[in-house]
């Protein structure tokens, strides 16, 4: 079965540190990978996805297929990156053109 | 804000009633998608539809409804066999190459 998992619900950190965000899948093949990001009173919006190989906002992520992680980084957190994230996968196995979405990590970066 | 829209923003319903959340999309995209957002849960797929006249269960079907007779709009009802309705729901809409566009979401609270 296709799953996504991000261990952690909560993560706080202070301004200017780096940060990681935890991203594991199963999926028998070749998925696409996303991050979503949900800020405070905005909606649901895509941040990066893994075939863009893009830096969006200071933030990467690599897609590792050994490790079957997909984490999201950023060298130095800034207090406007605080909100909720999402890891997504899709592929041939969920379906058509489906999302099945990680339980999400909210990201805290105090002052 | 435009692209995809979702009405109401709140909507309470009493026990036992049936209530229909709207979603609508101007971008000539022709997958639809409802999901459900519960604290700790992630978003979960309710419905989808990938063109007009069809549709197909999500995950978690069971006591929701939908229609798609327009291209443009995909409804979403909530009726009095959910059991646990009260929930943050999101609709969102896809074209052939890019990823999920997500609405705004309705927040359904039942007293």
């Known amino acids: 079965a296709q799953r996504v998992t991000q261990p952690e619900k909560l993560l706080s950190v202070f301004k200017g540190a780096p940060v990681e965000l935890k991203c594991n899948y199963s999926?028998?093949?070749?998925?696409?990978l996303f991050w979503y990001v949900q800020y405070s009173r905005q909606r649901l919006q895509l941040l990066l996805r893994?075939?863009s190989r893009e830096s969006i906002k200071g933030f990467t992520a690599d897609l590792n297929k050994g490790e079957t992680s997909f984490h999201l980084k950023k060298p130095f957190a800034q207090e406007e990156d605080s909100a909720m994230y999402y890891c997504?996968?899709?592929?041939?196995?969920?379906?058509?053109?489906?999302?099945?979405f990680g339980t999400g990590t909210r990201l805290l970066v105090s002052p | 804000d435009g692209g995809i829209t979702q009405s109401p923003k709140y909507l309470f319903r009493k026990e036992g009633q049936n209530v229909t959340l709207s979603c609508e999309q101007n971008?000539?995209?022709?997958?639809m998608y409802w999901y459900r957002q519960d604290p700790g849960q992630g978003l979960r797929l309710i419905y989808y539809?990938?063109?007009?006249?069809?549709?197909q269960k999500g995950d978690i079907a069971e006591g929701y409804s939908v229609s798609r007779e327009k291209k443009e709009s995909f409804p979403l009802t909530v009726t009095s066999a959910q059991k646990n309705p009260t929930a943050f729901y999101l609709c969102?809409?896809?074209?052939?190459?890019?990823?999920?566009?997500f609405g705004p979401g309705t927040r359904l609270t039942v007293l």
């Open positions: 999926y028998s093949g070749s998925p696409e």
């Open positions: 893994h075939i």
């Open positions: 539809s990938q063109i007009v006249n069809d549709f």
């Open positions: 971008l000539n995209h022709d997958a």
């Open positions: 969102a809409s896809k074209g052939t190459v890019d990823t999920q566009y």
């Open positions: 997504a996968l899709s592929g041939m196995n969920t379906g058509f053109q489906k999302l099945v």
